[in-house]
Nanobody, 127 residues
Framework: VQLQASGGGLVQAGGSLRLSCAAS????????VGWFRQTPGKDREFVAS?????????DYADSVKGRFTISRENAKTTLYLQMDSLQPEDTAVYYC????????????????????WGQGTEVTVSS
């Protein structure tokens, strides 16, 4: 599975951005997809996740709940992250990820369970 993230950029606080993640290859094996973000010196932080197959259940980090929305287009080849009401603390490199195995008990929030990663797209929110 190959993932290609795009859509990052510079935005003022309160603004919006939509990140995209184009998936190719053996995507039928993918069970869970997610977005993570990383700032210098810190581990990748969970942002949002979705069950790629089936009902598409979602989960969000508390820090983005109500502001960010994860979604997919119907052909299941593109994952999105709509980010609204952006704040300077949202500044980070954002990565999309995919896992072949189901995750339980909140494990989808752990970056270690993901098998495939996009290259990252940088988001900068100015105050």
């Amino acid at each position: 599975v190959q993932l290609q993230a795009s859509g990052g950029g510079l935005v003022q606080a309160g603004g919006s951005l939509r990140l995209s993640c184009a998936a190719s290859g053996r995507t039928f094996n993918v069970y869970t997809v997610g977005w993570f973000r990383q700032t210098p010196g810190k581990d990748r932080e969970f942002v949002a996740s979705m069950i790629w197959s089936g009902g598409g259940g979602t989960d969000y980090a508390d820090s983005v709940k109500g502001r960010f929305t994860i979604s997919r287009e119907n052909a299941k080849t593109t994952l999105y992250l709509q980010m609204d009401s952006l704040q300077p603390e949202d500044t980070a490199v954002y990565y999309c990820a995919a896992a072949n195995s189901p995750a339980y008990g909140g494990m989808w929030k752990r970056f270690e369970i993901y098998d495939y990663w996009g290259q990252g797209t940088e988001v900068t929110v100015s105050s």
